[in-house]
């Protein structure tokens, strides 16, 4: 069964580095997307990309947040300049059309 | 405001027996979706259920059902013949619009199966 896959699966950066996040989606599917949990809360949505740009993306996707389809399988997600609050595990799913997103297994990001 | 709302932060069934996750959510779309996901300890999100608001009858998949009422503005999860592995989090969610794929989370539900 096709599954979306992330590397790595637990990322440690220094405050102020760049990281990026990694993603290979669903080889047929259409609809990319990052989204965030930190420890203990809710899943939260950051952005969503469509046919090589992004359709939406919500207020904690600012400019610190970009991301790239640099091949046609590979979706990444660049957090420049990290601060502790950016530790989370960072989700990447797809989906074919608008009905369910299939997840990812995660990123684990700390921030020390 | 919260757009959806899970007001059970735990919840505890024997198993074998049925256990029903409430979800309420909120939305001035007529087009939208709400969808169960599956959050074991290892924090892997597994895709459960979907319902779309223009679909007649609840969805099910499996032991997952989902009790959808519309004028209530609920979509709760029904687990049936719960077992051991269903121990996890549950997080329901919404897509508002017709063209639109940002998917809003609640809180979660923690469920505990007991042997």
């Known amino acids: 069964e096709p599954e979306v896959t992330q590397t790595p699966s637990h990322q440690v950066t220094q405050m102020g580095q760049e990281v990026i996040l990694r993603c290979v989606p669903i080889?047929?599917?259409?609809?990319f997307y990052w989204y965030r949990q930190i420890l203990g809360q809710k899943v939260e949505f950051l952005v969503s990309?469509?046919?090589?740009?992004?359709?939406?993306k919500s207020e904690i996707f600012d400019d610190q947040f970009s991301v790239e389809r640099p091949d046609g399988s590979n979706f990444t997600l660049k957090i420049r300049s990290t601060k502790l609050e950016d530790s989370a595990m960072y989700f990447c799913?797809?989906?074919?059309?608008?009905?369910?997103?299939?997840f990812g297994p995660g990123t684990r990001l700390t921030v020390l | 405001a919260q757009k959806i709302t899970q007001t059970q932060p735990g919840m505890f069934v024997q198993e074998k027996e049925a256990v029903t996750l409430d979800c309420t959510y909120d939305?001035?779309?007529?087009?939208?979706?709400l969808f169960w996901y599956k959050q074991p300890s290892s924090g892997e999100m597994i895709f459960l259920i979907y319902?779309?608001?223009?679909?007649?009858q609840n969805a099910t998949e499996g032991r997952y059902s989902l009790n959808f009422q519309k004028a209530r503005k609920s979509a709760n999860l029904v687990i049936s013949a719960s077992q051991l592995g269903d121990s996890a989090m549950y997080f329901c969610?919404?897509?508002?619009?017709?063209?639109?794929?940002?998917?809003?989370f609640g809180a979660g539900t923690r469920l505990t199966v007991k042997p």
């Open positions: 969610a919404m897509r508002e619009g017709f063209n639109n794929n940002d998917m809003r």
């Open positions: 080889s047929n599917h259409l609809y």
């Open positions: 990309f469509y046919n090589n740009e992004i359709s939406e």
């Open positions: 799913a797809s989906s074919l059309e608008f009905t369910e997103q299939f």
């Open positions: 319902q779309g608001s223009y679909d007649e």
């Open positions: 939305t001035s779309d007529q087009s939208y979706g």
